[in-house]
């Protein structure tokens, strides 16, 4: 049992700075709870008239490797009367103290309670953090069920990109935001700032704030079930809120905020560099993918201004490696002249340039040795399906050829380690599919003995990852039943038997434990609530990392709250079922993730949107940009 | 190329920041001032800028020593305003010197000695007179084995860290500070903490981590004659004090 924390007495500004440093001497990366850091932000009681806590469900140094973190808090901060602080899931040596010595969450920047800020928005950027959010609320000593909390607790909010099914998290957060966050946020401080001066409740601040496009208040939405236990629709208790929630969208990329001064941190993070953004949005189409349909339409920075913030971030934090952010870097309209003049420009500084997803048609081998992503890790690629016929029916454009052009290619090179990602449990898979994985694997081998250097062939290895497909809201394959565990298990089995008489290859797979709560949690109703918080008092938190997730617990949590985790998981909804998430309009219509899950079943590719409109809906809402796509784009 | 040892206190705070971050602090202040640290020649080139001696941990210190190169040759008052613009709080530049004179070997290979004072910090100040008084006996003894758990051989390891004492005393008739000099360097160096729980140790007073601060007060050379030199006088005499 955890010890509890108890509130703050008294309340308002009971900084904790003393209390909280003589726990930073016992506790490992004490830098995560230190503050302090170049660029991060300070501001006085007098300029403060609203107090957000940024809140990100996991530790300091996945937190701080965000982009959306950097965004977010420029943005808020950026708002006269409105100080934004961060607050992240303390490590669990520092948890244990902090429950020990009854110190509750706190803040970064000023080590203030979680619990006297005004409004604490969480981030949702993968479902296994859920419980983290449970965690932290309690460590703050604010109620996690909304319907329990007091006018003097925060509002808590909630965005990203698992809020476009938040049904899971609806008895906890008081309002979701769904869509791009920038003008958005600024829109609920305001109301926020107007709530505090005229004294509104809880409710009707709720009542004002669900009237803004893109907010979701789950507590004026009752959800109602059928015999089955399948969901038949919502019933509004409050009769002004929107039928349906729209996302929001920032059209244009070049007048949006954009932090130039980011947060730079003491410690080492996931990705300690400088990141610039260059577009929003995806328009291959692949039918898994949540992040390519609910981030349309394409929204690209232009050139001359992405080489202006590039200069403008390393000049301002000292970083010596850039990246460029994107769903797929190369399918940047101007990709080849961008990373031409970028790398000139980081040439001159000393300045190492990555970037993640890159196709490698388009580049010279002079400029491939140059960009530092692969300098350090080689070819990584991700054909997803191992046959055409597979990848035709998840949409994934990617060929045979590609994939050992480019083998051929960088083997040539003299690289001795290609990195390969496949799926497993994809709709329509057979073992065929997966003798595809293991006959790629070989052709590369036999690429490498024909044309690999003497002397390094040897070493040469291929790496072939394995995922397991969750299905996701908002996607084509919403529908579909995800293989059980004993079918990823024989799967993988499979797979290693297939590519251990290969040589130079190694093989890597996902636990089925994880991916199977997730595909409960991420497609899951507001049933799910109860199971998250009873999984929570069982002890789960930081379910994403291996050393903490205890699938017992979890399975404990399903049975106790009465959830069927087949029923989420490993059943292949109706297509005229109601879905917990048709309550959101990501942008998409349902009526087009259908056609197009039908489209999958009969095996035909749906073509990318640069090349013509394929009719997903997002035009009901924006007329979509089109850029003139460079010479190589394929 | 020029060559520089930078002198440098470290307070409050940032005492939290590990020894690996703060040479990345430096390394982008660096950056950010427009300054180009030189870099080794060969495959994998490393920029030519290193501390004398890693600082533990929640330990503060007077006496922080960064010695870097340069391929230009920039003015120590250039260096100086980029250090007192650019750190974060509870850094502070004490003195900057080019020791393009020094010779081949670095200070931290010629780094022989370190001073630290250990303050008592929490509640029970009773016991300064046990601690105290075991001083004398404890450093009589010939020989005293502190044991430490390797990561590296996975097991308990014991060391005698007794011909790495060089001084320790009492300063304070209030207080519990205590002065030390210990082994530093290449040649035998002994962390003062670990000192100071084979004290508590050897008095039977319990030792809480969190209770101490330690402060690193200077670091040492040693002349021809074997004396002990504080880095301040290592190499060259173009002095300049920010």
Redesign the interface.
């Known amino acids: 049992m955890r010890p509890a924390v108890h509130r703050a007495e008294g309340k308002k500004y009971m900084y904790l700075s003393d209390r909280v440093?003589?726990l930073?001497?016992?506790v490992n990366k004490?830098?995560s709870y230190?503050?302090?850091?170049?660029n991060s932000v300070r501001k006085m009681p007098e300029e403060t008239e609203l107090y957000w806590g940024f809140c990100f469900p996991d530790l300091y140094e996945i937190g701080m490797s965000y982009l959306g973190l950097q965004i977010i808090y420029h943005v808020l901060n950026s708002c006269p009367g409105v100080y934004c602080q961060r607050i992240f899931a303390p490590g669990d040596d520092m948890e244990q103290l902090m429950r020990q010595e009854n110190v509750p969450l706190f803040t970064v920047e000023d080590r203030q309670a979680a619990s006297e800020l005004d409004v604490l928005g969480f981030t949702l950027q993968y479902e296994l953090s859920f419980t983290n959010i449970v965690n932290m609320l309690d460590l703050a000593g604010v109620p996690a069920l909304s319907t329990k909390r007091s006018e003097d607790d925060p509002i808590i909010a909630a965005g990203g990109n698992c809020s476009f099914n938040p049904e899971p998290l609806s008895d906890i957060i008081d309002f979701f935001m769904i869509g791009d966050g920038e003008d958005v946020l600024i829109e609920v401080s305001e109301l926020l700032k107007k709530k505090k001066k005229e004294g509104w409740t809880r409710r009707e601040f709720l009542e004002h704030v669900s009237r803004i496009k893109g907010v979701y208040v789950p507590s004026f939405y009752e959800p109602q079930y059928g015999d089955d236990g399948c969901m038949t629709g919502y019933r509004k208790l409050y009769n002004s809120a929107p039928d349906r929630v729209v996302k929001r969208i920032v059209m244009d990329m070049d007048s949006v905020d954009f932090p130039l001064k980011p947060i730079?941190p003491?410690?080492?993070t996931v990705h300690?560099r400088s990141v610039i953004e260059l577009f929003r949005g995806c328009t291959r189409g692949c039918r898994f993918c949540q992040a390519g349909m609910i981030c349309r339409p394409v929204r690209e920075r232009s050139p001359e201004l992405v080489r202006r913030f590039a200069s403008e971030s390393?000049?301002?934090?000292?970083?010596?490696e850039m990246s460029l952010l994107s769903l797929s870097t190369s399918d940047y309209s101007q990709i080849e002249p961008l990373v031409r003049d970028l790398m000139a420009d980081c040439k001159q500084?000393?300045t190492g340039l990555s970037l993640p997803s890159l196709r490698l048609d388009s580049f010279s081998e002079d400029m491939l040795r140059e960009i530092q992503e692969f300098r350090k890790t080689g070819l990584t690629f991700a054909p997803e399906a191992g046959t055409q016929r597979l990848r035709n029916i998840i949409n994934k454009s990617i060929t045979d050829e590609h994939i050992y052009g480019a083998a051929e290619k960088v083997i040539k090179m003299g690289y001795t380690n290609i990195k390969l990602y496949f799926m497993v449990g994809l709709p329509g898979e057979t073992d065929e599919d997966l003798d595809g994985i293991a006959e790629i694997a070989k052709n590369i081998v036999w690429l490498n003995k024909k044309y690999g250097d003497e002397k390094k062939k040897g070493r040469f290895n291929v790496t072939v990852s394995v995922s397991n497909f969750v299905p996701k809201a908002d996607t084509p394959f919403q529908w579909a039943a995800q293989d059980s565990p004993e079918e990823f298990d024989r799967k993988h089995i499979y797979l290693k038997e297939q590519l251990r008489k290969v040589k130079h290859c190694s093989f890597q797979y996902h636990g089925t434990d994880t991916s199977e709560l997730e595909a409960v949690l991420a497609r899951g109703d507001r049933r799910l609530g109860k199971t998250i918080i009873r999984a929570w008092e069982l002890g789960c938190k930081f379910d994403g990392w291996t050393e903490f997730f205890d699938f017992e617990k979890w399975k404990q949590a399903f049975a106790d709250t009465g959830a069927d985790i087949d029923f989420y998981a490993h059943r292949a909804r109706g297509e005229s079922e109601y879905l917990p998430w048709d309550i959101m309009d990501c942008g998409v219509t349902k009526k087009y993730m259908l056609h197009e899950l039908h489209e999958a079943m009969n095996e035909i590719q749906t073509q990318d949107c640069r090349k013509g409109c394929t009719g997903c809906g997002l035009k009901r809402f924006v007329e979509c940009p089109v850029y003139e796509q460079g010479a190589n784009y394929s | 190329m020029a060559r520089y040892l930078l002198k440098f206190s470290k307070k409050g705070g940032i005492r939290f920041i590990s020894h690996l971050d703060m040479l990345r602090v430096f390394q982008r202040a660096f950056r950010r001032a427009g300054i180009d640290i030189s870099y080794s020649n060969g495959y994998n080139p490393h920029p030519r800028i290193g501390f004398a001696m890693p600082l533990s941990l929640g330990f503060e210190s007077e006496a922080e020593y960064l010695e870097f190169r340069t391929d230009t040759d920039y003015g120590i008052q250039q260096i100086g305003d980029m250090l007192n613009e650019k750190m974060p709080p509870g850094i502070e530049a004490i003195s900057c010197r080019r020791i393009d004179n020094a010779g081949k070997k670095t200070a931290a290979a010629v780094l022989a000695r370190a001073s630290y004072t250990a303050l008592y910090r929490g509640e029970d100040g009773s016991m300064r007179a046990e601690v105290t008084d075991a001083i004398v006996p404890f450093l009589a003894q010939e020989h005293i084995v502190s044991v430490k758990y390797s990561k590296k051989k996975k097991k308990d390891v014991e060391s005698d860290i007794r011909p790495n004492i060089y001084s320790l005393s009492s300063v304070s008739e209030k207080r519990l500070l205590f002065s030390m000099m210990l082994g530093a360097g290449n040649s035998g160096s002994l962390n003062p903490e670990i000192m100071m729980k084979e004290l508590c140790r050897f008095c039977e007073v319990e030792y809480r981590d969190y209770e101490w601060l330690y402060t690193r007060t200077e670091m040492f050379f040693l002349d021809g004659k074997g004396r002990p030199r504080p880095l301040d006088e290592f190499g060259g005499s173009l002095r300049s004090n920010i």
Request: no cysteine; glycine share 12%.
């Open positions: 440093e003589r930073l001497t016992k004490p830098a230190m503050g302090g850091e170049l730079v003491f410690m080492e300690d390393l000049a301002n934090t000292g970083y010596d500084k000393d």
